[in-house]
């Protein structure tokens, strides 16, 4: 590391550790922890960081088709709003779908030859995707898209398509579409970012293509932070403002009505739970639930956008230069679970972490990670299981600096979802290690 890095980085260290100094003297002594309804001007975050729908729900990967020998793939947030905000504005004609009882014609049938693809890492709802975007598309015999789920949605430019696909249920929903495709392929050749060549071979169940090289990303640095409780409590109580603290042990529980919210001291893991906020859509689902929270988050934790879905729960992380961020704790995290007890309003837990990254420190360390098809291929080899492997990604690792309190350095690793978990590939290989050793 150049002398100059070592001297911001240290002169940064210093001002974070006063920092923190000072947000415990303000919000974590003893005698801030009284009564929180003083301030009301804290209990309404500003309207200019509230974030939006079509920000934390917009796809996290796009993928370029230009023949089957062609493809490319790219995360920037940037990149693929640019490219998203074309596509929507087309119109679309009546969906139909088909649900393929033979594995190989639906994996046939799911690729396309030439046109873009874009992707989640959970499954969406097509009723909230055609709501959330304004997109012009005729719901009516598939009941509005309530019950279609999809991770991916293409647009076809050869047979002028809009398809959805549900790799799980080996279900394709798709309807004609109309819409001049040249303004989109020239904003495709006019993005300065860096695409990554892909390769459709040795690919999983979720059908995302593989990286065809080896893969280099920088190596962030960045001051953290503890946010003050008080940003999760304005978000989840619905009545912030008469919101009372327990002096009963040294963690901070707060509590108002049926809420309570317990903020654990060692690990900064902020755990909500209560009864579901209402809302004015009765028909509101888990999406619309947990972004009623999420926006009122704004960005004091980072820039949230939806990762993952579980049945009965929902996963947001912070993303960096469009890669999600992992750490231990509920670190860069939010996550949801509703459960509804068959006796009046469902219930909600909700988890999160004081613990957040602020200010980037500029580097020039780079990691080369392997290809995804060599990961596959290595940890098949150690034992994984292909049924058990459904997708795989990217993302940044948080970790501590040692010798240096209030640093932490982002290190790009692959992370796979294996058995409805995600790992990163040094935990999957110690389970397969420990599953070989048992």
Known sequence: MKLSEKIIRYGLIALIAMSLYLSYKIWLSPNARTYLG????????????????DEVFLPTRLVWVKNPEDIKMLSSENAISKIHELVVKGRYGAVSGTTYDDDQAFLEAADIRHGIEMSYFGSFQLYEYVKMFNL???????????????????????????RFINTRRHQIYEAAMTMELDPVEQKLRQLDEPWMAMTPTNRLSSLQYNTSEKVELK???????????????????????????????RDIVLYGGSETMHVQENQQIVDFQGQLETTADAEADIYDRSYHYISRLGTGIGYLRFFDRS???????????????????YQGEVTFDIR?????????????????????????????????????RELTEKGAQADLWQSMVIGY??????????????????????????????????????????
């Open 397 to 438: 690792q948080r970790q501590d600096v040692k010798n240096a309190d209030g640093i932490v350095d982002m290190v790009p690793t692959w992370y796979i979802k294996y058995d409805d978990s995600w790992y990163s590939y040094q935990q999957l290989l110690e389970r397969l290690a420990q599953k070989e050793g048992a």
């Open 38 to 53: 003083d301030d009301q001007s804290t209990v309404v975050a500003s309207t200019a960081n509230l974030r939006k729908a």
């Open 340 to 376: 509804d007890t068959g006796v009046g309003t469902p219930q909600i837990d909700i988890r999160s972490s004081l613990n957040t990254i602020q200010i980037p420190i500029p580097s020039e360390e780079t990691v080369t990670l392997d290809s995804s098809g060599a990961v596959i």
């Open 219 to 249: 190596l962030y640095s960045y001051i953290a932070s503890t946010q003050t409780y008080t940003v999760f409590r304005n978000a989840f109580f619905q009545d912030p403002e008469n919101v009372k603290s327990s002096e009963e042990s």
């Open 136 to 162: 012009k598309i005729d719901t009516d015999e598939v009941a509005d898209g309530k019950e279609i789920f999809f991770t991916k949605v293409q647009w076809d430019f050869d047979n002028s398509r809009i």
């Open 311 to 329: 049945k009965e729960g929902i996963t947001y992380r912070t993303f960096i230069e469009g890669f999600p961020v992992f750490g231990d704790a």
